[in-house]
């Protein structure tokens, strides 16, 4: 079970990226999957997740900046990130959830220059 993240790089404040995250099972497409962050010296915490019939949920800081979205045909996430602020740096984390798995991607770097 994979999953694979990728779109992360450097931007500067006020730009766009978006991540994309592809699960190798079907299994995935009944999934809860999200994204979560991991800045410097601090404890990995939620950015956006998304259950399989599309409902979201949002961390307040990133609320009306990014966007979750995904496509159960190629059981994939994304991650649309724009007005990215410099505290938006930090390794971005794919998830995905469906009993009992809780599976991790690799993670991917976004950097923010101010």
């Known amino acids: 079970v994979q999953l694979q993240a990728y779109g992360g790089g450097l931007v500067q404040a006020r730009g766009s990226l978006r991540l994309s995250c592809a699960a190798s099972e079907s299994v995935f497409s009944r999934s809860v999957m999200g994204w979560y962050r991991q800045a410097p010296g601090k404890q990995r915490v939620l950015v956006a997740t998304i259950t399989s019939g599309g409902d979201t949920n949002y961390a307040d800081s990133v609320k009306g900046r990014f966007t979750i979205s995904r496509d159960n045909t190629k059981i994939a996430v994304y991650l649309q990130m724009n007005s990215l602020k410099s505290e938006d740096t930090a390794v971005y984390y794919c998830?995905?959830?469906?009993?009992?798995?809780?599976?991790w991607g690799q993670g991917t770097q976004v950097t923010v220059s101010s």
């Open positions: 998830n995905a959830k469906v009993w009992p798995i809780n599976s």
